[in-house]
């Protein structure tokens, strides 16, 4: 048996079950997915083990979320290969998801305070070019986030995610205002600080996160960005931790 071979098989005596679901895995699934990185080139240690079902069906998703990453990415001065063959994709695919440009002035200003630049308000906001959400992506960012919610919880706590525990969600652009508080939030609640990287390849700080877990009541709490974009929040408890139940929502319902 060659040595790649000897390498997959490990892995699934040691993860025989699907991260997601806990049904029998027979597949790998990167977590972020590759198409998040540049030249699809992603961290090492980020593959879990996945059901058939519950791989493919995450593929539509990571594409759009994929494309919104590559479009918030500030450093890249042109479209790259990747980014078209994205864009392509989820027209294809998805097309629904593509976002709108915002063109009213008032849309306009009440997005760029969202983001913190109030000086620029009054200004000649036609200069500004600015997309919106369709509410169709939302649903795939908090389905994303929660799938990275279970691959950080499966990876730091050492077992699956419980179908009955509570999950609550956040993300938002790594440039909006709300993304500050959360970030000194984790800097100073979130012990635990991940860089993520790869043997012999610089991915510099494409996907950094905090997190703190606690077994005994299935607590897990994670903040990070990805693609230096956007940031994604998570928190999941326990069905028996108390005053928390009404702000998330079951993982059960990921697995209807
Ligand atoms: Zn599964």
Redesign the pocket.
Known sequence: MGRSKQRKEQFKREHPN?Y????A?DTVDHVPSRECFKYKVGPEGYDFP??A??NNSAGRLEQSVALYLHMTDLSAKTLSPQYIKLLKGVRNNNIDNLPTKVARPGQMRRALRSLGLQEFIGKEVADFELVKIPKTQHEDFEKFTRRLMCALYYKHMGTILPAENYIHTMYTSAANQRAMPLIEYAARNLPNVVKTSRKNTDIGDQFVYFWRGNPDSNLFIFVGTIANAILFAGTTWGAGTKNYTDRGTQHSVDLQ
């Open positions: 699907c997601f679901c806990g049904h895995a996945a059901c079902k519950c």
